[in-house]
């Protein structure tokens, strides 16, 4: 399990929430509120919130304009990963992604499976890195955003967690 260390600086990381919903509005949005609170609770900075439509061209979109703000270190969208027709969130993701990150899916529905069993298999969780911007696409109940924040986000966007941890390697994601 990921340790945190006190001994290291804690870096606050600027990250943006959208919720992927055709009916979700900000007042009724659950699964968007509980990313904002874990992640401002954690000492982040919710850099900006959306609910975009369940449309694949307006997720790309989104993603775009955050990946070029240069004050947007992290990307965590909820909703649309499931295996229905409007569900295209992780299509839209791997169209901008410039490398995936395979093994937040797979850990993402290992946890899942705990909680959940077999209809884990449902969720196509699943992050990636472009233009230096983390981007992580979870399924859209409160329960998934904190599995997926209390069980690996905290960690890997947690500067003092070891033995690695997204955040100190921020600086080298634009290496060529």
């Known amino acids: ?12 990381v600027n990250i943006a929430v959208m919720t992927v919903s055709d009916s979700r509005t900000i007042d009724d949005d659950a699964s968007g509120q509980v990313l904002a609170d874990r992640l401002t ?11 975009v439509a369940d449309d694949r061209d307006a997720i790309i979109a989104q ?13 965590i969208s909820t909703g649309g990963t499931g295996v229905t027709g ?8 791997q169209a901008v992604f410039d490398k995936e ?22 969720s196509r969780a699943i992050a990636g890195v472009a233009g230096g911007t ?9 329960g998934a955003c904190k599995d997926a924040w209390d069980e690996i986000l905290v960690y890997q966007l947690d500067s003092r967690s070891r033995p690695c941890n997204f955040v100190e390697l921020m600086p080298r994601l634009n290496e060529q």
């Open 41 to 51: 609770g954690a000492g982040h900075r919710l850099a900006e919130r959306a609910i």
């Open 134 to 142: 983390y981007l992580f696409a979870i399924p859209g109940s409160p």
């Open 101 to 122: 990150v395979p093994g937040f899916g797979e850990l993402f529905r290992w946890i899942s499976f705990a909680k959940i069993k077999t209809s884990a298999i449902q």
């Open 1 to 12: 399990m990921a340790k945190i260390e006190g001994e290291r600086a804690f870096l606050p």
């Open 86 to 93: 409007r569900d295209v969130t992780p299509e839209a993701f």
């Open 63 to 75: 993603l775009k304009a955050w990946i070029d703000d240069p004050e947007i270190d992290a990307v």
